[in-house]
């Protein structure tokens, strides 16, 4: 393929499902094929290099070892933010950068997936207004400059910060400035980029592990991968190979002799609560002594974040320890009224940031700044970074390939891109209650839908016009519908039950069960897009029902190591023929 763009509907496998087809077709791809790019890792960054580089022209795939967003961007803190703190860091030129990315995400790129979310930030003295309404208002400024497309932080005395939160203790504060930033649910920000991606050509490819890269004329050219499904085993060739893994960065370049340890794994854990056990009505940021304390509003519940700690053991699953939640738990009761505790907590998760290393003793210390590198010819790595920059992150990473290459390749498209869903949002919208007559769904349902699938709603409807079971709840008291367990494999690129229970869905989190009790019905319902006899339904569900019993072990542990030995000991879904 040329150097150029080519439009979606001019391209040979135009098709942006990511189901059982998708993957026959690209496995064949991968062996038959020599690639302009092979990229590794199917996190945000990964699969944001993806669509970059199929809409330039090039013939890409993207291969990841567990699922979409399996890793780091399935566990963020689901923010699309300028790093207000890092204003105290004085890395004015990544807030601004990450400003500006905020806006084009809400404008144009995905308007149907991220909502703006309002803050609270306490102040206890005058000196504190002084200091951080300066701040703020210089994150304002920059964010102006960058097009900003939300509203301006507000001041707020004693009396109107009790009336917007009543539930934050009247000692932990002397007024508030209010100011407002970005939420995403990230797992289905990532599959939405990555069926854009599959759009423009790219071949997206998940329980696809690379276990070495082949070298010829002292050229990286291509990789052996491993089908994690199968067992089956490819070489593939491409021109070059992008490290897109994160915190596995390091082990890619390992295969071709570098020592490299450039990325520190820091751990961030989460708390997922019941919205009526704070009495809030925005969300909060609080400053602690060793990092940042989040409140935000997530649909029924709060997120309760983060943590900032060194992690060096398993980085697949990173778990929580019975220290980590109980920090967090004992700097939220510090500012609200009325105490929370273990009881409830809904779900709890835990990621690992992929900082740049440097001197800093401490995670919190380290850059999110990004870095990209050419650490042996036809091999680009890129490194850092934060959630809301991936697609710089993206562009520069192409812009390596090209420089790799020798080619003249075309700029980036990336910034006028919308994903799917988004094209049509506003009108499709609009037309909520229309739908919800014409389909019969409920109007929440409608409205659910739309915040997820915008635009491509009726790809689901449709499941729903044919088996009216569809449109039923898979748990009654969220609005996940059984037509989207269908949806998720059809066009998803699920694979197994955890994938929709943890990454399609959120049931896993916002469950008491932890989405157990409703394993077995979303399995059968898998089974039939999938062929999985009744073997295959009991294996799903036994593994998915001991994967929640060794998170719930770990949250118990006093310390990592504990903590880690109760969660790898039940082992990956994937590890059939690892």
């Not at 932990?172 to 599959?191: E, K, N, T």
Request: glycine residues 8%; proline residues 3%; neutral net charge.
């Amino acid at each position: 393929m040329g150097d150029g763009p080519i439009p979606p509907d001019q391209l040979n496998v135009p098709s942006d499902d990511l189901g059982p087809l998708h993957r026959r077709d690209a496995l064949q791809r991968l062996e038959a094929e020599q690639l302009d790019v092979l990229i590794i890792g199917g996190g945000v960054t990964g699969i944001g290099c993806a669509l970059d580089a199929a809409s330039r022209g090039l013939t890409v795939a993207a291969v990841e070892q567990r699922d979409l967003a399996s890793g780091t961007s399935s566990r963020s803190s689901k923010l699309i933010h300028g790093g207000l703190r890092y204003l105290q860091q004085f890395q004015f030129g990544l807030v601004r950068e990450a400003l500006s990315e905020r806006n084009l995400l809400i404008t144009r790129i995905a308007p149907h997936l991220i909502n703006k979310v309002d803050f609270l930030y306490p102040l206890r003295n005058l000196g504190e207004r002084l200091y951080a309404g300066t701040g703020i208002a210089l994150y304002d400024l920059m964010a102006v400059r960058g097009g900003n497309s939300l509203p301006r932080h507000r001041h707020l005395s004693r009396k109107q910060v009790h009336k917007k939160a009543p539930g934050l203790a009247g000692n932990a504060h002397r007024g508030a400035i209010v100011y407002s930033d970005a939420y995403v649910d990230d797992a289905r920000y990532v599959v939405s980029v990555a069926r854009t991606a599959a759009q423009y050509g790219a071949s997206i490819l998940t329980s696809t592990k690379v276990t070495g890269l082949i070298s010829s004329g002292g050229r990286v050219c291509g990789a052996l991968v491993k089908c994690l499904e199968t067992g089956r085993e490819l070489k593939v060739s491409c021109r070059t190979v992008v490290n897109a893994t994160g915190v596995w960065s390091d082990d890619i370049e390992n295969f071709v002799g570098e020592d490299s340890t450039r990325v520190r794994a820091s751990k961030g854990i989460h708390l997922v609560i019941p919205r009526d056990r704070i009495n809030l009505d925005t969300g909060l940021i609080f400053r602690t002594a060793e990092s940042v304390l989040f409140i935000i509003p997530s649909g029924t519940h709060w997120i309760v974040g983060t943590t900032d700690t060194d992690w060096q053991l398993d980085r697949a699953h990173p778990a929580a320890s019975k220290r980590d939640i109980d920090y967090l738990l004992t700097t939220l009761n510090r500012v609200v009224k009325n105490p929370v505790t273990t009881k409830d907590v809904v779900g709890v998760y835990a990621g690992l940031r992929p900082l740049l290393n440097g001197d800093a003793t401490k995670t919190s210390k380290l850059s999110r700044e990004h870095a990209v590198t050419t650490p042996a010819a036809g091999l680009v790595s890129i490194s850092g970074g934060k959630y809301t920059t991936y697609r710089i992150m993206a562009l520069d990473t192409i812009d390596a390939v090209g420089r790799d290459q020798g080619r003249n390749l075309s700029g980036s498209q990336t910034s006028e891109l919308p994903l799917i869903g988004a094209q049509n949002y506003e009108q499709v919208h609009a037309r909520a209650a229309e739908i919800a007559l014409k389909s019969g769904v409920p109007l929440s349902g409608v409205n659910h839908l739309i915040s997820r699938h915008g635009d491509r709603i009726s790809e689901v409807l449709d499941l729903i016009t044919a088996d009216e079971s569809l449109g039923t709840q898979i748990d009654p008291e969220l609005p996940y519908l059984r037509a989207e367990v269908i949806h998720a494999v059809r066009f998803e690129a699920a694979l197994h039950l955890e994938d929709v229970l943890t990454r399609r869905t959120r049931l896993s989190v916002e469950t008491w069960d932890r989405g157990t009790n409703s394993a077995l019905q979303v399995a059968q319902l898998m089974a039939g897009e999938l062929g999985w006899d009744e073997s295959q339904v009991r294996s799903e569900v036994e593994h998915y029902v001991k994967r929640v019993e060794s998170e719930r072990s770990s949250n118990s542990q006093l310390d990592d190591a504990g903590a880690d030995a109760s969660r790898i000991a039940v082992g990956d879904v994937r590890e059939s023929f690892a």
